[in-house]
């Protein structure tokens, strides 16, 4: 009975799995972002490579809140993940738009959403299984 409260407790703390996903994805971006921002800086690499790597920021950001998303919810990992990651680079590219305007929603933007949301489901089928709920 005590273990129930206190579990209660917790999801009533962390609210949304969704949006606890969303917000790590974001966070995990900017870190991510901040350390390149300092290789790109202090080292010899090649500028040229600089969309690769934010594709690869942006893909490991959703995967990492869509991983800990369906953690959170400890239940349906491809439906937190997948939503998770949806909705984090859907966010992204509105984002994207507004700061190049000549940036517009093309079928390679939407193939890339759709990617990460792929992506992110997988994310989440991981993240439900290292779930502390689903022992049994």
């Known amino acids: 009975m005590k273990n129930s409260m206190w579990s ?3 999801s009533d ?12 994805a974001f966070v995990a971006s900017l870190v991510m972002t901040l350390v390149m921002a300092g290789v ?6 090649a500028e040229t490579t600089l969309p690769y790597t934010a594709y690869t920021i942006n893909t ?16 349906r990992g491809w439906y937190y993940g997948g939503l998770c990651a949806l ?9 994207g738009s507004l700061v190049d305007f000549s940036a517009a929603f ?5 193939l890339r959403i759709a990617l990460i ?4 489901a997988f994310g989440g089928m991981i993240g439900v299984n290292l779930s ?3 022992s049994r």
Request: hydrophobic letters at 55%; a positive charge.
């Open 87 to 95: 909705i984090f680079s859907i966010v992204l590219a509105i984002i």
């Open 117 to 120: 949301a792929m992506i992110g």
């Open 106 to 110: 093309q079928m390679q933007t939407v």
């Open 8 to 10: 209660d407790f917790k």
């Open 13 to 24: 703390v962390h609210g949304s799995p969704l949006a606890f996903g969303v917000i790590v």
């Open 60 to 75: 490991l950001s959703a995967l990492i809140g869509a991983l800990l998303a369906a953690r959170s919810a400890g239940e």
């Open 132 to 134: 502390p709920q689903r």
């Open 40 to 45: 790109y800086t202090w080292s010899t690499l």
